[in-house]
Structures are given as structure tokens and as C-alpha cells.
């Protein structure tokens, strides 16, 4: 009920900057929490950043500066800023966005993900 579309992935040099972003449409009343994942070929799914309704923010260790997730609650729209990127960093990222509380419009959608890779 709740779609999510992701755009901003492409090819980056080692140091370089891409900014993420991810629009959610359908049916929706409020979104908790919104927030990146990150998944490289072979590899478990893992948590990269997430951000309130509020604008508490987490990320995981390995980002913490580089990084920077931000919302427009208004666009229902979350954004990543990646900066000094490095070669670990290439990955799928992928966009969740989910509600914390039981309503009867509870969700947890993904989005289909973008792609960031390096040029080299």
C-alpha cells in the first residue's frame, strides 16, 4: 500500500559524493520511521541509516561522518548524503519506511533499490 522509489545511485570515484533520495506514495497517514539498507552481492542486508518522524537519526558505525540522512515530511521524501565514499561502500542501498505503532494502516515497505558503484 505504500510504494517507494529510489533514485541517485551511479558510478562514484573513491572520495566522491552521491545524494540518495526516496519518495513514498499510496495510502499514507504517517511514516515513524524511514531510513537505508545496504546489501552487496553475497552479503547479509545491513542497517546504513534511519531517521525519525522527529528527526532523531542512527547510523551505523562505519558511515558516521561521511554520511547524512535527512527527510521532508511534507514530500514524504528521505534523502542520503554520502560523502568520502569508498570502495566498501558499493552496495544496493535500498529504502525502507515503516510505521512503529499497530493502526490499521501499519506498514513496512521496501523499495526496489539503486545501485552504487565505483568508476574504477
Known amino acids: 500500500q505504500v510504494r517507494l522509489v529510489e533514485t541517485g545511485g551511479g558510478l562514484v570515484q573513491p572520495g566522491g559524493s552521491l545524494r540518495l533520495s526516496c519518495a513514498a506514495s499510496?495510502?499514507?497517514?504517517?511514516?515513524?520511521?524511514m531510513g537505508w539498507y545496504r546489501q552487496a552481492p553475497g552479503k547479509q542486508r545491513e542497517f546504513v541509516a534511519g531517521?525519525?518522524?522527529?528527526?532523531?537519526?542512527n547510523y551505523v558505525e562505519s558511515v558516521k561522518g561521511r554520511f547524512t540522512i535527512s527527510r521532508d515530511n511534507a514530500k514524504n521524501t528521505v534523502y542520503l548524503q554520502m560523502n568520502s565514499l569508498k570502495p566498501e561502500d558499493t552496495a544496493v542501498y535500498i529504502c525502507?519506511?515503516?510505521?512503529?505503532?499497530?493502526?490499521?494502516?501499519?506498514?513496512?515497505?521496501w523499495g526496489q533499490g539503486t545501485q552504487v558503484t565505483f568508476s574504477s
Open positions: 525502507n519506511a515503516r510505521t512503529v505503532f499497530p493502526a490499521s494502516d501499519a506498514f513496512n515497505s
Open positions: 499510496g495510502s499514507i497517514s504517517s511514516i515513524n520511521i
Open positions: 531517521i525519525t518522524d522527529s528527526g532523531l537519526t
